[in-house]
């Protein structure tokens, strides 16, 4: 993943990994070992950085994973954490939010103890 980021540069406007902890039913197994989210402009933004460097990303991936990556682009049409929430600082400085009719123009985010 460092070596994606440093490709896709400032078109990278935030990322979120997480690891699978369970299913829905206790004791069940995670459906994914991982995800990662990149965050983006536009789906323009991220064809125009992903393409330019794919092989290179591609080539990568053995050195995380022998899973075949599933790919899925998205519309984040919302996102929270709560105030104690560990990772706040980082990710109140990493994600842009965006509207549902216009996912290029950022909207401010404020902490919820700052309402």
Known sequence: MPLALGLLGDAV??????TGLGGAQPGAPAPYIAASHALFESPDSFQKAF??????IHGDVPNYT????????GNVSVATLMADAKIISNFTNALAHTELDDPVKPLAWVHPSER
């Open 13 to 18: 406007r935030g990322v979120i990994v997480e």
């Open 51 to 56: 393409h330019a460097h794919a092989a290179e």
């Open 66 to 73: 022998d899973i075949a990556p599933v790919v899925q682009l």
